[in-house]
């Protein structure tokens, strides 16, 4: 499996990763330090995670596990058998 991982979040409330960022208040901000710095990707209007900002560290961390859990993540369960 190949993951490939977009540092851009498409900035819509229907978007857990989004949303949850957003309520933590640690998406990279405008030069006034206050509103949320928007830009542009593939997805449309984007928001960034800041790295700078240690609390964020963890949240992203979140993110990614090698095991389903209770609530949404990245992995699932796909049947392989079949494949040549």
């Known amino acids: 499996m190949v993951v490939i ?5 498409k900035r ?6 989004y949303k949850q960022a957003r309520e933590l208040g640690i998406l990279v901000k405008q030069k006034n330090g206050q509103d949320d710095y928007e830009g542009w990707c593939w997805p449309g209007s984007s928001a960034w995670v800041d790295f700078f900002n240690p609390a ?3 949240f992203w961390k979140s993110l990614f596990k090698t095991t389903q859990g209770s609530s ?3 992995t699932g369960k796909i049947s ?4 040549t």
């Open 5 to 9: 991982v977009d540092p851009h979040l």
């Open 12 to 17: 819509v409330d229907d978007y857990p990763v």
């Open 56 to 58: 964020s560290w963890d």
């Open 72 to 74: 949404w993540s990245w």
């Open 80 to 83: 392989t058998s079949g494949m």
